[in-house]
């Protein structure tokens, strides 16, 4: 059975007397080939466990189903359960898992079905989810190798933009803190149905094993790029006072010594003087207590 069909997909609601909930922002890929562009960058072996983030139809679960040892299918949408079992049927090595990803204790659930080699992650993200899920597993320190997902391109744009520019912001320097971000292909929307209003593209975000800049205090690190961020037109003097309750002078001093500009702005640091800028924060509360 084809399931990236777009008739079997239509057969298959239809006789089940189902529509793509767009509340749950529902969009079935229906083109083989972006489903091989996904599988191909996951690099899936015959040891590996894929758990797959709403599987919607299940065509790419069967894709992942034909190469991995075992895959865990993720779906919050109760009335897609028994499409996702009658479309499944053939494969011994998928369990269907009505639940909500984001309320999913991943790593738990690692534990207790997850099998083989490495644990990868992939999904046809709804938009609306798309930077809780990819933050959820990045901060919950999912045991996970990769995480390949399909994303609104605007996010995309985002995740990958560089420093001085528009797209940049909170979401580029934390996901590229926790990952390795590569790009593997556009996606137009017209591959998928229903047909939505932007486009796609894949992602491919490879777990880091350690951090790319060591900071002691990740909270804090994460504090002062949320502060930055938060008024992006403030200066970084003005945005970043009262981070760990210091003051202007504190703040003054932490962005002299990182060599960067009070009067400059969250979006000109790349991630590295973000993270310098975080420990001499760090440093100036140490020698304020």
Excluded: W
């Excluded at 993200?125 to 901060?139: D, H, N, Q, R, S």
């Excluded at 580029?172 to 556009?186: E, G, H, K, L, Q």
């Excluded at 949320?226 to 309750?245: E, P």
Aim: proline fraction near 4%.
């Amino acid at each position: 059975m084809k399931l990236y069909s777009p008739a079997v997909i239509t057969a298959l609601m239809k006789k089940h007397n189902l529509r793509a909930s767009k509340s749950l922002g529902q969009n079935f890929l229906t083109d083989k080939n972006i489903i091989d562009k996904i599988i191909k960058a996951t690099q899936i072996g015959e040891d590996d466990t894929v758990i797959e983030i709403g599987p919607g139809t299940g065509a790419l679960t069967a894709a992942a189903a034909e190469s991995a040892r075992a895959v865990i299918a993720i779906e919050k949408d109760t009335h897609l359960i028994p499409i996702l079992k009658e479309a499944l049927s053939e494969y011994e090595n998928v369990e269907i898992i009505n639940g909500d990803i984001l309320k999913e204790d991943i790593n738990d659930l690692i534990s207790r079905r997850g099998s083989g080699r490495d644990i990868k992650i992939i999904g046809n993200l709804p938009y609306y989810i798309t930077t809780p899920v990819i933050m959820k597993i990045a901060e919950e320190k999912t045991k996970a190798k990769s995480v390949t997902v399909m994303v609104q391109k605007e996010v995309a744009d985002r995740i990958e933009a560089k420093p001085g520019t528009k797209a940049y912001g909170a979401l580029t320097v934390a996901v590229n803190y926790y990952f390795i971000v590569s790009r593997v292909a556009d996606v137009p929307n017209s591959v998928f149905i229903p047909k939505p209003n932007v486009d796609s593209a894949i992602l491919l975000l490879t777990v880091r094993e350690s951090p790319p800049i060591n900071v002691p205090d990740e909270k804090l690190f994460f504090a002062c790029i949320k502060a930055g961020f938060g008024q992006r037109r403030k200066t970084l003097l003005n945005s970043l006072t009262g981070v760990y309750g210091l003051g202007r002078t504190e703040i003054a001093k932490a962005l002299t010594a990182a060599s960067i500009d009070p009067q400059g702005r969250a979006e000109t640091l790349d991630i590295f003087e973000f993270g310098t800028l975080a420990n001499n924060i760090h440093k100036e509360k140490n020698e304020n207590n």
